[in-house]
């Protein structure tokens, strides 16, 4: 027998997948889980009996709920689905997919949109900060349609706008994980940081690389991403985040100085792959980075001195831009970031039901 549950599968920035309302999911974790492996057809590779995309980036999942925190509109839960083992992993955030979270919870009748625009402070349930969304509904509905173009994505939509608030800590509830700028692993200089996820900053250099590469170069390097992987499980126990095999969280990114108009060019990996374009939560992260004196980031950065707290990234996608806001001037010290935002855009691919079986005597992988 199959188990239909309503979802509206949804493109948020440069990632896809399905949202859900946390009625419609089963409430225990354990269960929830087996529901989304089953929903997205993992594990395999091609995930053929699910709606997933046989991607890292297309296997992702977001569950809404309504909030009874003070100040807060909505909630949601994200869920990185593995393609290739029974992994659901809640750890890590997805600024992407956040794109697609107001809109949802407005026309599933969660939320009431306002006129011109809406603006919903959302709660990751995932890190516990709490994000400003501004969606555009005029007339008081969501409209998709728009100018906004991001790298990445063909054509254009109605900009959403993000701003995420006081996200130092995300994780590992300090800005800097390991109590330090800058670690030595594997006879490399490498920085740790956490803002609005944990990610591990490698110079493209020291690992014999331009930091220009396209995803396929890299992907096709066994020995860079097994150096990498070294690189990313040593930080993690120096930040406190234990054994991380077969986990997501930290992230790991190489850096290097800009070829173009950029302050920073980066290859953020999910994190054994390279990411096709860049992830938000990656992207605030690289940027807090920019701005931190004494980063392997900040040593690589070229700043424009006439708007210091815009970084542009080159990614391989183009170009990703993260605009943050101090509560000072910039300084010596190590700057207090209050928000950081960017524009994304999002739009609906399909609204219906997923069917489940409501038993899985075991698939093939």
């Known amino acids: 027998m199959l188990l239909s549950i309503p979802c509206t599968l949804m493109r948020g920035g440069t990632s896809k997948g399905p949202y859900f309302h946390a009625t ?22 091609r995930q053929i009996d699910g709606i997933g995309g046989g991607d890292t980036l297309t296997s992702k999942v977001v569950i809404v709920s309504p909030s009874s925190r003070p100040g807060i509109d909505i909630e949601y839960l994200f869920a990185q689905v593995s393609v290739e083992t029974e992994t659901v992993d809640t750890t890590p955030n997805c600024g992407n997919m956040l794109a697609g979270v107001g809109p949802f919870a407005i026309e599933n009748g969660l939320v009431a949109a306002t006129d011109p625009v809406t603006t919903l402070n959302i709660f990751n349930v995932n890190t516990g900060k709490v994000v400003e969304a501004v969606i555009q509904t005029p007339g008081g509905s969501v409209t998709y349609d728009g100018l906004a173009r991001i790298d990445g994505v063909p054509g254009s939509g109605a900009p959403i706008q993000l701003n995420f608030r006081d996200a130092a800590g ?81 992230k790991i990114a190489l850096v290097a100085s800009p070829q173009g ?25 690289l940027a807090a980075a920019t701005i931190i004196p004494g980063t392997v980031v900040h040593k690589l950065a070229r700043p424009k001195a006439e708007d210091p707290l815009l970084v542009c990234i080159e990614q391989p996608a183009g170009t990703l831009e993260i605009r943050l806001q101090l509560s000072a001037d910039l300084g010596g010290a190590i700057p207090d970031i209050i928000s950081a935002g960017l524009i994304r855009t999002a739009r609906p691919l399909f609204r219906g039901a997923v069917h489940v079986p409501l038993s899985d005597p075991g698939r093939a992988a």
């Open 24 to 45: 419609d999911l089963p409430s225990d974790p354990a269960e929830r889980n087996r529901v989304l492996l089953a929903a997205m057809g993992s594990p395999h590779a």
């Open 170 to 250: 995300a994780k590992t509830g300090r800005l800097l994980p390991t109590g330090r700028l800058v670690d030595v692993i594997d006879g490399i200089e490498v920085s740790c940081i956490d803002f609005s996820t944990p990610l591990v900053f490698v110079p493209a250099q020291a690992m014999g690389k331009t930091g220009h590469e396209t995803k396929a170069e890299l992907d096709a390097d066994s020995k860079l991403k097994s150096r990498l992987e070294s690189v990313r499980l040593q930080i993690a126990l120096q930040a406190g985040l234990g054994d991380v095999r077969g986990k997501v969280l930290p």
């Open 261 to 285: 108009r950029g302050v920073i060019a980066s290859r953020y990996f999910t994190p054994w792959n390279c990411h096709s374009a860049y992830a938000v939560t990656g992207a605030l992260c």
